[in-house]
């Protein structure tokens, strides 16, 4: 996992499959040397996730059409 892949990503959507099994749709909202944040939810129950690069097994980003 290289930080640049996802400052170059910010405001797009991606899928974040964790270490701990779980898996979150964010909206990139920032990156910096220590991990990421973004926001996940729909309008009415946004809620803000922050991870540390250790804590992301694999993330891919999502594409509209």
């Given at each position: 996992?290289?930080?640049f892949q996802y400052?170059?990503?910010?405001g797009r959507k991606i899928k974040i499959y964790t270490t701990d099994k779980r898996e979150l749709i964010v909206t990139l909202s920032?990156?910096?040397e220590s991990g990421?944040?973004?926001i996940s939810?729909?309008?009415k129950n946004?809620?803000?996730i922050d991870l540390a690069?250790?804590?992301i097994k694999k993330a891919n980003?999502?594409?509209d059409f």
């Open positions: 996992i290289y930080p400052s170059k990503n910010i920032g990156s910096n990421i944040s973004g939810g729909n309008l946004d809620k803000n690069y250790d804590q980003v999502i594409i």
